[in-house]
């Protein structure tokens, strides 16, 4: 045999063994295709978020926020978990929001403050206002009555002087709500009467350089208003913010018209 009949055959027989995998390929056979396999799930958990946007000073409560699914692997260590807090209630008790927090964003124990923890009080205060403790009365019975988020007006109380034989008494702050009294902050449920020396009020600076001044030189009092009162006095008159006086003395605190006497309807004198 020759060498050109070897080349044409060899040829041939690959030229047979190509369309031999044509046609197999055309009737399924060769390489079976390999099936797509499903991404294994995303592990979640569940973080608390606010249901609306939340403001500083805000006191939490279970309807401002909910629970939302959250991917595992981008939870922060400053996240509150479902499975850590347990539920709502829990998560949010005697918290109050230090930082603004949008709707739908994780609340992290960064953006809240406790009760226990420094800086509530700073919390619970509204937009440019203060805080300032006005001493008050331990032997007045009716002073354990002033409870926190009372309003409440101050009275100014000044003894005679010189050759006068009476004194005086006038409000010289209106409407102030109770924050605190001693570190009592919120009232507690069934709670009627909370015993103290001080109580914190909300005022502007204005009124507390008033107060402050005022304390040094005179009587200070603070007169619960009703619940009901919806008429809110004008604080910020010029007149009353700038008062003074030079006597001194504790604070009482009168509570339906009864002075730390006891007796009904007297100004002091």
């Known amino acids: 045999?020759?060498?050109?009949?070897?080349?044409?055959?060899?040829?041939?027989?690959?030229?047979?063994?190509?369309?031999a995998l044509l046609v197999r390929g055309m009737l399924g056979g060769g390489t079976p295709q390999v099936a797509a396999k499903a991404a294994p799930p995303v592990p979640m958990s569940e973080v608390l978020v606010a249901s609306s946007n939340l403001e500083?000073?805000?006191?939490?409560?279970?309807d401002l926020v909910?629970?939302?699914?959250?991917?595992?692997?981008?939870?922060?260590?400053?996240?509150?978990?479902h499975e850590a807090a347990g539920n709502e209630e829990n998560a949010v008790k005697g918290t109050v929001v230090r930082a603004p927090i949008l709707a739908g964003q994780p609340i992290a124990t960064t953006a809240i403050v406790h009760g226990e923890q420094s800086g509530f009080m700073a919390a619970t205060l509204s937009g440019g206002m203060r805080a300032i403790s006005i001493p008050i009365s331990t032997d007045s019975g009716a002073g354990g009555f002033?409870?926190?988020n009372?309003?409440?007006?101050?009275?100014?109380?000044?003894?005679?002087?010189?050759?006068?034989?009476?004194?005086?008494?006038?409000?010289i702050v209106t409407d102030l709500r109770v924050l605190a009294v001693d570190q009592t902050y919120r009232q507690e449920k069934d709670?009627?009467?909370?015993v103290g020396k001080t109580a914190t009020v909300e005022v502007t600076p204005e009124q507390a350089e008033l107060i402050a001044g005022a304390g040094m030189g005179g009587v200070l009092s603070l007169s619960l208003r009703p619940l009901s009162d919806n008429n809110v006095a004008n604080a910020d008159d010029p007149a009353r913010r700038h008062r003074s006086a030079n006597a001194e003395g504790p604070v009482s605190v009168i509570r339906y018209g009864m002075s730390a006497g006891g007796r009904s309807g007297e100004t002091p004198q």
């Open 1 to 19: 045999m020759n060498t050109q009949r070897l080349v044409v055959l060899g040829l041939a027989v690959v030229a047979a063994g190509g369309a």
């Open 66 to 81: 909910r629970w939302q699914k959250w991917p595992t692997a981008s939870v922060d260590a400053s996240f509150i978990t």
């Open 56 to 62: 500083p000073g805000q006191a939490l409560k279970p």
């Open 146 to 148: 002033i409870l926190p």
């Open 150 to 171: 009372d309003r409440v007006d101050v009275l100014l109380t000044r003894r005679p002087e010189g050759n006068a034989t009476r004194g005086f008494a006038r409000t």
């Open 191 to 194: 709670t009627r009467t909370v």
